[in-house]
């Protein structure tokens, strides 16, 4: 009985040192520790059966044999049951989680706390893989190769628009010209009319006078 009451003690002590983030080494041994007060109780129960075992009086010492394996089997099963209920307490329900990180000394880390560590590092790392590396639309990668289409596209597009504007400056450049032929065209008819036009007066005046007679009724 003693034995029920110690590993109920360890248990509760155990819970709730995880519970306030203490004496994490403690808390790490919890189940190891109530699984081997149940092994404990289970040979010491054997011991203390066969300590009252009679040879001699085979009837009456064989109920109290019975009685202490009986004893001793059910603190071996409370503990391994004790172990098992605080690895599911621990790692199942939520308001058992401790309440906030404290420090702790590299002494109190234990192999959980290292394997923890390693299990979200490797978590974090496959989900930058996966974000870099993945098949979704979303990865890195694949917006890569989008940002290279669309920089490949609009490079088209631009060479393109400046073909377009090399063949309207082309054109533009040929009005232009065009523009000057007809300016020079049209100056140098405008010089050539002053010129008649100043000698249309001399011309004039150089033709011979004609006399117009008027025929009698």
């Not at 009005?175 to 001399?202: A, C, M, N, Y």
Request: with cysteine; hydrophobic share 45%.
């Amino acid at each position: 009985m003693v034995f029920f009451w110690l590993i109920l003690g360890a248990f509760l002590l155990s819970l709730y040192c995880y519970k306030t983030d203490r004496i994490r080494g403690f808390t790490h041994y919890a189940p190891n520790l109530l699984t081997s007060l149940g092994i404990l109780g289970t040979f010491i129960g054997i011991v203390i059966g066969l300590m009252h075992f009679d040879p001699a009086d085979i009837d009456n010492s064989i109920t109290l044999l019975l009685s202490g394996l009986q004893t001793a089997f059910m603190t071996s099963l409370f503990g391994m049951a004790s172990a098992i209920a605080f690895k599911v307490v621990t790692t199942s329900v939520g308001f058992m989680q401790p309440n906030a990180v404290t420090s702790i000394s590299p002494q109190e880390v234990g192999p959980e706390d290292i394997h923890a560590i390693l299990q979200a590092q490797t978590e974090i790392l496959a989900k930058l893989r996966h974000a870099i590396a993945g098949d979704e639309d979303g990865s890195l990668v694949s917006q890569l190769k989008l940002l290279r289409l669309d920089n490949h596209d609009l490079g088209n597009k631009l060479d393109s628009i400046d073909k377009s504007n090399q063949k309207q400056l082309g054109i533009l450049v040929e009005l232009l010209r065009e523009s000057e032929r007809q300016t020079e065209r049209f100056e140098q008819f405008s010089v050539d009319i002053e010129h008649k036009l100043d000698g249309l007066p001399e011309s004039f005046s150089k033709s011979p006078s004609v006399t117009l007679h008027k025929e009698p009724a």
